[in-house]
């Protein structure tokens, strides 16, 4: 048995740690938001490899997991119908997940969940990892780095890689149920919807409501609005709070200008169907989350790896965020299980996942390439199809069952 340090405990690192806990591991998990995180976050597509490693985590069979959709739908900007695909899918929310991993590691046998403690950095021993925190250090056998878009521990190893702005944002929010016309509810509600204005994409789907409710009534709808902004002045008043503080590495929900909220109001009523634009008038707090893609040049070195977000950030068309994090998960654990808990499995482990994570970032940015504020300056990518985005974006890699109607 080793003791395995885990840096960030959000998805990503409740994953690897109820996973390593279950294989007869001690794991430490160091997050440093000192709540529980449940509560945040919005709308996640589920594939079934997701679902397998959330069972191996110990989720019961037939735990309800999200609402479940029969098909796709995209709309013109007047409301009509520019294509159906039909593709049965079941969308889950970010807090439903947090929730159950959160449950499932309480459970788990030498699993200590540390919050409101910052990693710092860390030091390897001839026989160890040493990781320096907020409330002083503690040693492990290995470190896994699950902290995230702008890891401290993928710094240290690589500091020239980082995050590369998308040339685009997403507005994303969720609506309830309750508040939505007979209109809305008939035609999109209980759908993947698509709308494409010239250059941007606004994509959503029924999620859990409050309380990770899914009856019907008490459900929400989730929706991302890709829309470009070039680097300069134009991202940094979006990223800028009605108090004129600039928030380059991201801007947290409540701190979205009033203002940039009413003008992306408008610009829906002006650019989208009519059922998407009151989805979006409709939603009381909108946020906004800059796109970027990010490729570490290894996922592994010495006695410490990377894992998830930490590692490889593919655009969310690919709506792989939170698998890709419980393949690397479950990478870990079969490497593991296979060498033992030694710097030998980290290799094995990076051999499995760093082809395949490449091949995410890949795909994500040729999804989102016609959206970036560049492509819009002139390039020659052409609009896409609502056939091709429909039967493209956040699907089931491993098994594309769609088909058109
Ligand atoms: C609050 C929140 C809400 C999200 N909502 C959505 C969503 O609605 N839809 C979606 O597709 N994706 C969402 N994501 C992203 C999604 O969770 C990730 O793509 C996926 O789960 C992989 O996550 P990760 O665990 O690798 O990284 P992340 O989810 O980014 O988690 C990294 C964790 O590390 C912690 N951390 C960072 N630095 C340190 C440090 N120095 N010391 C200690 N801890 C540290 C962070 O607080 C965070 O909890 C959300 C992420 C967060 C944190």
Not at 75 to 91: A, H, I, K, T, Y
Request: contains cysteine.
């Amino acid at each position: 048995m080793a003791h395995v340090l885990i840096a960030g405990g959000s998805l990503g690192g409740l994953m690897c740690a109820n996973l390593l806990a279950r294989a007869g591991h001690q794991v430490s998990v160091f997050e440093k938001a000192a709540s529980a995180l449940d509560g945040r976050g919005a709308g996640i597509v589920t594939h079934s490899a997701l679902i397998q490693g959330l069972y191996r985590c110990g989720m019961p069979v037939g735990t309800e997991l999200g609402v479940s959709v029969p098909s796709r739908i995209t709309l013109g900007q007047q409301g009509d119908v520019l294509g159906e695909l039909n593709m049965p899918q079941v969308l889950t929310s970010w807090s439903r997940l947090y929730q159950i991993l959160h449950g499932l590691l309480h459970e788990a046998p030498r699993a200590t969940l540390h919050r409101g403690v910052v990693v710092y950095g860390f030091t390897e021993t001839g026989t160890g990892v040493n990781l320096q925190t907020s409330t002083g250090d503690s040693t492990g056998d290995l470190l896994i780095g699950c902290d995230g878009l702008r890891s401290s521990i993928r710094r240290q190893l690589w500091p020239a890689s980082s995050p590369v702005y998308a040339g685009y944002v997403a507005w994303r929010g969720v609506c309830p149920e309750s508040l939505l016309s007979h209109e809305c509810l008939n035609t999109v509600f209980e759908r993947f919807g698509f709308c494409l204005p010239a250059g941007e994409q606004l994509i959503g789907y029924p999620v859990a409501g409050p309380g990770n409710q899914c009856a019907a009534g008490q459900r929400a709808w989730n929706f991302v609005w890709y829309r470009a902004a070039a680097t300069g002045r134009q991202l940094e008043t979006l990223l800028t709070d009605d108090n004129g503080q600039h928030h380059p590495e991201g801007i947290a929900p409540h701190k979205v200008s009033r203002q940039q909220v009413e003008r992306m109001r408008n610009d829906a009523r002006n650019l989208l169907a009519p059922v998407f634009a009151e989805i979006v008038e409709k939603t009381l707090e909108p946020f906004l989350q800059p796109i970027s893609d990010l490729a570490t040049p290894q996922m592994v070195q010495g006695r410490v790896a990377l894992l998830g977000d930490a590692a490889y950030v593919a655009r969310p068309h690919v709506g792989m965020g939170v698998t890709k994090a419980m393949q690397d998960a479950l990478a870990l654990e079969a490497a593991f299980s296979e060498h033992g808990a030694t710097s030998a499995a980290l290799v094995a482990y990076s051999e499995a996942r760093t082809s395949i994570n490449r091949q995410l970032v890949d795909r994500g940015r040729h999804l989102g390439a016609y959206m970036q504020s560049s492509a819009l300056e002139g390039s020659t990518l052409p609009p896409r199809a609502a056939a091709k985005v429909m039967s493209e974006t956040a699907i089931d890699l491993d098994f594309p069952a769609a088909t058109m109607v």
